[in-house]
């Protein structure tokens, strides 16, 4: 199951689908959300989560990869199904939000891992016992 950090305010940076999206629907392909607004800024590539507009918990949530924005509001979607996640049929109005997962910690471990190697007087992981 996949573990996602979740709050219901404004921490999750998100919007809410504006068309359709089938469980066939083999990435890439180009998902429209109602605002692009709250994606605008956010580096690429980077991790969404979708949920029912009525989610209370995290077992009916897909994740997906975004490594594009080639319109105001498209984001191109790479990878679906990520993190242990199932690709689901998706309805107008759900939940579309950057939200913490398993995949985005592995990927700044592994930053600070890096940053830990090319600079190892700076001691990156102080702030935590990652051992």
């Not at 999206?21 to 980077?46: C, D, K, M, R």
């Not at 199904?81 to 049929?89: C, E, I, M, R, S």
Request: charged share 15%; no cysteine; net charge negative.
């Amino acid at each position: 199951m996949v573990t996602l950090h979740h709050t219901d305010n404004a921490e999750n940076k998100g919007s809410t689908l504006a068309v359709a999206i089938l469980a066939a629907t083999a990435a890439p392909f180009t998902l429209t959300v109602a605002s692009g607004t709250p994606f605008a800024n956010t580096t690429l590539p980077f991790i969404l989560a979708l949920a029912p507009s009525g989610e209370t918990d995290s077992s009916s949530v897909e994740v997906m990869e975004v490594t594009a924005r080639p319109g105001a509001n498209t984001l191109t979607i790479a990878q679906r199904a990520l993190n242990g996640t199932t690709a689901q049929n998706w309805s107008v109005g759900d939940k579309v939000e950057i939200r913490m997962t398993g995949y985005n910690h592995e990927e700044l471990v592994d930053e600070l891992e890096t940053l830990q190697i090319a600079h190892p007087a700076s001691n990156v992981f102080a702030w935590n016992n990652y051992g």
